[in-house]
DNA sequence: GCCGTTTTCGGCCCGACTGTTTTCAGTCG
């Protein structure tokens, strides 16, 4: 069991704990534990075999216990007796924002609700009113909150989809029969919500794929087994679906399952208005074949095609990309290799025919990370233990963005810890050769539209990311108000997580991107794709509209620990989604220019 | 449930906001 699936198992207890009423300790120690195993650089599997999974922060004999067995056993008696205690549906109560652990446990105990769709019954005819303490504003906020849940529904976050995907691969390539297994679909192009994982199979006859992938524990039920296709659900939820092909067509069967459907009929397109078919350009499955036909049928205009083609220039393949087999496909059609992440028909092909493709920014590019904590506010580790694990990466520096005083929960640094932190950094800097930590901030953005701290004492900062951590709520006027206030400060240099959302959890608040983006280009403010999965933000759309307006983008993690510094790879696919190039991106620049940069931007808006 | 020059028990991140209420509990960040 990988340590990730363990993090999901620890945190599900959490979950059921605080619904049946445990003390709140107790419940946080399993979150932070779940958090602690998701971050764990070594396996916990490998831990346990020198017998120290007590070394894991966090985790103590009983949770050691409890990990033992999930490693062992791959189950965990202690989970399985808590589902049946607490009916299913009340955990996914919990997502509702405005419902905590206690108004579901009231909800559930007084009106015998344990699902979704009574719970909204319930609200409509005006019941939730009823119970103690609840009115009629919970049940606006139930009814809001599910509508949110509908929205994504059967979707997750490619934070969790993507690594549950690899884990279905390597999986499929232990299986006989197996000769090669590929993640294809809306994870592979790095989509921030996933419906589907979709992989794709080539395997000899006699293959056991169906009967082995049914069996593993992740699998809550199968949907649909067929000799070429398995599909099922897992117990998180997820949709899986895995096709099966000969070794002849798999090239041509990932790339079908990567999709997207219109960046695919939109090549169709193309071919077919050259007089070539599928087949001739090597797309060879039946699924395509299919599709060909029912695009041959419908009547479709070809003319802006055909413009295209005129003006079309000698193409050569985009350096940088790699190239994998597909590439073929496009090659017969006279276009340079188009990467998952722009297929998406929102321009690709038209760019790719004018020899327009952007030289796509890849993680290798990027040269530091622009937001992090440290103890000193809410983050896990030491500075020093932050830069080693920065070093580790490549990177050449970093900056160490702790949270402003007012937000209390994060243990936000007061003007004393400020002074010695910088003296802290200050110290590892002459210590550390081949890496530079500059001594920034993340300062809160109050309800007010002021600043966390005095001018006096933000001048000090290398760096000042401004973000908005309280008044959610506020009407638009009011939070594009305190934004453009951030966004004119002399001493903000980048905008942290501009709309605030979090990924199937909460909407943005009352915000005008485009206004934003406007903002930015005016006041040369940085505008951050915030890395962490549950964040990505701003997203793939916004960032390119970013990028149209000449904006700056910085792609930051916002790690608490070390191990969130690889949440740069999920910064990295948005950005690139978003079309940006590495010179877009200030943290691929060396750090000289970065801090000219800073420096040019705080004159000039002074 | 974890943790420890505040150490084997008693803390643990805490203040603002909101909704439901007439003085506060629940939720959130």
């Known amino acids: 069991m990988t340590n990730l699936e363990i993090a999901w198992a620890l945190a599900e207890m959490g979950d059921l704990l605080e619904l049946k009423g445990e003390e709140p300790f107790k419940v946080r120690a399993y979150h932070r534990a779940a958090r602690a195993l998701e971050n764990l650089e070594e396996e916990a599997a490998s831990l346990l075999a020198r017998d ?52 579901v446990r009231q909800i559930y105990q007084g009106l015998g609700i344990t699902t979704l769709e009574e719970l909204e019954k319930a609200a409509r005819e005006k019941r939730i009113r009823t119970l ?31 690594p549950l995907a690899l884990i279905f691969q390597s999986q499929l390539l232990n299986i006989p029969g197996v000769e090669q297994a590929a993640v294809a679909g809306s994870v592979r192009r790095g989509c921030e ?10 395997v000899r006859p006699g293959h056991q794929v169906a009967e082995v992938m049914s069996r593993c524990p992740q699998v809550k039920e199968v949907l649909a087994r067929e000799p070429d296709r398995l599909s099922f659900r897992t117990v998180l939820g997820v949709k899986v679906e895995i096709i099966m092909v000969p070794p002849e067509e798999f090239t041509a069967a990932v790339f079908y399952a990567t999709g997207s459907k219109a960046h695919r009929q939109a090549l169709l397109r193309l071919a077919l208005s050259r007089g070539l078919r599928a087949a001739d350009i090597g797309l060879v499955t039946s699924r395509w074949l299919a599709e060909e036909e029912a695009l041959c049928k419908a009547t479709i205009s070809t003319e802006d095609n055909e413009k295209e083609i005129g003006q079309n220039k000698g193409i050569e393949a985009v350096a940088g990309d790699k190239e994998g087999e597909e590439a073929v496909f496009y090659h017969r059609l006279g276009l340079p290799y188009i990467v998952p992440e722009l297929r998406e028909d929102r321009g690709e092909i038209e760019a790719a025919l004018k020899g327009d493709l952007p030289r796509l920014i890849t993680l290798e590019d990027i040269r530091g990370d622009l937001h992090m904590h440290s103890r000193y506010s809410d983050g896990v580790e030491t500075i020093a233990a932050m830069a080693a694990a920065a070093r580790r990466r490549g990177y050449r520096y970093i900056a160490v963005t702790d949270h402003s005083r007012s937000l209390v929960v994060a243990r936000g640094l ?26 920034g901030i993340e300062v809160d953005i ?13 001048k000090e900062f290398d760096l000042v990311i401004a973000s908005i951590h309280s008044g959610f709520r506020q009407e638009e006027g009011q939070i594009m108000a305190r934004l453009e206030a951030a966004l004119r400060h002399p001493y903000v240099d980048i905008l942290g997580h501009p709309t605030g959302r979090m990924l199937g959890r909460r909407r943005p608040y009352a915000v005008d991107v485009t206004r934003i983006i406007e903002l930015a280009a005016e006041t040369g403010t940085i505008l951050e794709i915030n890395a962490s999965t549950d964040r990505l933000d701003l997203n793939d759309t916004a960032v390119r509209m970013a990028k149209e307006y000449g904006v700056s983008i910085a792609i930051n993690t916002d790690a608490h620990d070390p191990g969130h510094l690889a949440d740069m790879e999920y910064g990295v696919l948005t950005a690139r989604r978003g079309w940006l190039e590495p010179e877009n991106v200030v943290n691929t620049w060396e750090l000289e220019r970065l801090l000219a940069r800073l420096k040019r931007n705080r004159q000039m808006k002074r």
């Open 52 to 103: 120290a999974l007590e070394e894991i922060p966090g985790v103590g004999k009983n949770l050691a216990k409890k990990i033992a067995e999930l490693l062992t056993t791959g189950r965990s008696t202690f989970l399985e007796n808590l589902r049946r205690e607490v009916p299913p549906g009340l955990r996914e109560m919990l997502a509702i924002p405005g419902l905590g652990s206690r108004s």
């Open 132 to 162: 103690p303490g609840l009115g009629s504003k919970t049940e606006l906020a139930i009814l809001k909150g599910i509508e949110m849940l509908r929205e994504t529904k059967e979707q997750v976050p490619l934070g969790i989809a993507r």
């Open 193 to 202: 919500m996933v419906g589907d994982i979709d992989l794709v199979t080539a």
């Open 414 to 439: 007061s003007v004393e810890q400020i002074k010695a932190q910088r003296e802290e950094i200050a110290r590892l800097n002459e210590e550390l050769e081949d890496i530079t930590i500059l001594a």
């Open 446 to 458: 109050l309800a007010d539209g002021t600043l966390d701290y005095e001018d006096e004492i933000l």
